[in-house]
T-cell receptor, first 117, second 110 residues
């Protein structure tokens, strides 16, 4: 299957700082990537859809100025949590869409666990 | 009605039994259907995709799709304790968006 990486896997930061998370598709090009957040024992929550070369589409209730998304190339999307606060502590997971004719599938990165002190 | 519905579980089955996981969806013109497995503390991993009515088998896993009933299921034969996880159903709808169900937690008892 296709491989998606995320970096860092775990980050601890102080309240008020910004944190950047990278998502890379390693063996395919992804015009579309997705960012999810998951709190313990809860479902995946889609935050935004990231399209290469254009602005991200945010889900209702997700602040675009707080969660900055950049999809500058076909293999890299970044999520920056600006002025992070303890309530932003969560498991952030990206996925990349592989669309190869008959197959159109999402592959997930391993996730980034963010803890804001 | 939610777009993709799953029983949250937990579904408990004894080791060696068949685990049956079900999913219904509301968008009648949905195109593609996926099952992901998510272990606790990890991200989802793709198990199977299915695009046409009927059964699709891959090892111990069988996906079943019935578009008329808007129903997709995943059967796990010879369940093992290592199969204990949350199973997510995902549907790619007419708008080309992926919609995930809330997941069913499966527990395979030794």
């Amino acid at each position: 299957g296709a491989v998606v990486s995320q970096h860092p896997s775990r980050v601890i930061c102080k309240s008020g700082t910004s944190v950047k998370i990278e998502c890379r598709s390693l063996d395919f090009q992804a015009t579309t990537m997705f960012w999810y957040r998951q709190f313990p024992k809860q479902s995946l929550m889609l935050m935004a859809t990231s399209n290469e070369g254009s602005k991200a589409t945010y889900e209702q209730g997700v602040e675009k100025d707080k969660f900055l998304i950049n999809h500058a190339s076909l293999t890299l999307s970044t999520l920056t949590v600006t002025s992070a606060h303890p309530e932003d502590s969560s498991f952030y997971i990206c996925s990349a869409r592989l669309n190869s004719g008959s197959a159109d599938t999402q592959y997930f990165g391993p996730g980034t666990r963010l803890t804001v002190l | 009605q939610k777009e993709v519905e799953q029983n949250s579980g937990p579904l408990s089955v004894p080791e060696g039994a068949i685990a049956s996981l079900n999913c219904t969806y509301s968008d009648r013109v949905s195109q593609s259907f996926f099952w992901y497995r998510q272990y606790s503390g990890k991200s989802p991993e793709l198990i199977m995709s299915i695009y046409s009515n009927g059964d699709k088998e891959d090892g111990r896993f069988t996906a079943q799709l019935n578009k008329a009933s808007q129903y997709v299921s995943l059967l796990i034969r010879d369940s093992q304790p290592s199969d204990s996880a949350t199973y997510l159903c995902a549907v790619r709808n007419y708008g080309q968006n992926f919609v995930f169900g809330p997941g069913t937690r499966l527990s395979v008892l030794p």
